[in-house]
């Protein structure tokens, strides 16, 4: 039975990842004044971010719903699903409701739903986790053991141009986002418990990038025996840079760079930068 990799549509990838994995997206919603955007092959970035920078209003985003999950569950195959942290969305409350649904009308599915305790890239390098043990015929009880350790040790860090959507949305203490703003502190963000963090804070983007480069440093362990993941906002070249630096620094096994989708852009807003590994 071929087993099958579901992720909300956080799970931010490039044309090579869809290219040479199966993960299907479950779309998020996004709304800007009165106007719908769905977190597909639809989103356009450019038009997004320009009417986010327009609007007095932060965007309000929706979850999947139990539906939606339902709609891909159908067919009798295992399936591993990897949302957005279940502190930051209740995409994963409905993913565990749907799961619930199937397995009572078919007792023997294997459905599995991992939180991610992270967004992002950080959901994209779960997928490539679980996608590795599947290609390598792990059994289905392993693949979740260690996939949950791997969630367990992966960091999150990221640095925003602008934390106005985390907060207004409750994801970020608002007054963290109005002093960074009013005082041009850049703070470096990362997660904790599925919950975002304040892990340091300087004055200019430069400085913040190259304190995220510490940062790497002073909480990674066996950068070696792991994929480093940068997701960026519309800012492929501070990507670029970015993923440069770290190289002549540490010795991951690999870096992969992707562009944030709707949901993603929504709060790493334009210019911003996460990372997780």
């Known amino acids: 039975m071929k087993s099958k990799i579901i992720a909300d549509s956080c799970c931010d990838l490039n044309p090579e990842i869809k290219k040479n994995v199966d993960i299907e997206l479950v779309p998020l919603t996004m709304r800007i004044d009165d106007v719908e955007y769905v977190d597909d092959d639809s989103f356009n970035q450019a038009d997004y971010i320009k009417a986010m920078k327009k609007s007095k209003h932060a965007p309000k985003t929706s979850c999947p719903s139990v ?5 891909r569950l159908k067919e009798a195959k295992d399936t591993y699903i990897v949302t957005l942290s279940s502190k930051l969305s209740g995409t994963y409350n409905s993913a565990m409701q749907a799961k619930k649904m199937i397995q009572e009308e078919f007792s023997n599915r294997f459905i599995h739903v991992f939180d991610s305790k992270s967004a992002s890239v950080g959901e994209t390098l779960i997928s490539l986790k679980i996608n590795e043990f599947i290609s390598q015929n792990l059994k289905k009880l392993e693949i979740v053991e260690r996939v949950n350790e791997y969630i367990n040790e992966m960091k999150t860090f990221f640095v925003l ?24 502190i850049k703070p470096i963000l990362g997660e904790e418990n599925g919950k975002i963090r304040l892990v340091d804070k300087v004055r200019g983007h430069d400085r913040a990038l190259r304190r995220m480069l510490d940062v790497i440093g002073d909480e990674g362990k066996k950068l070696e025996e792991k994929i480093l993941g940068i997701a960026h906002c519309n800012c492929l070249q501070r990507a670029l840079d970015f993923k440069d630096k770290v190289l002549k620094k540490y010795r ?15 709060y790493a807003n334009d210019g911003g930068l996460i990372i997780a590994f």
């Open 161 to 184: 141009e602008s934390m106005d959507n985390l907060a207004k949305a409750g994801r970020l203490n608002p007054l963290i986002a109005k002093a960074a703003s009013i005082l041009s």
């Open 252 to 266: 991951f096994k690999d870096v992969i760079i992707v562009d944030t989708a709707g949901i993603s852009t929504t």
């Open 67 to 71: 539906n939606d999950f339902l709609e």
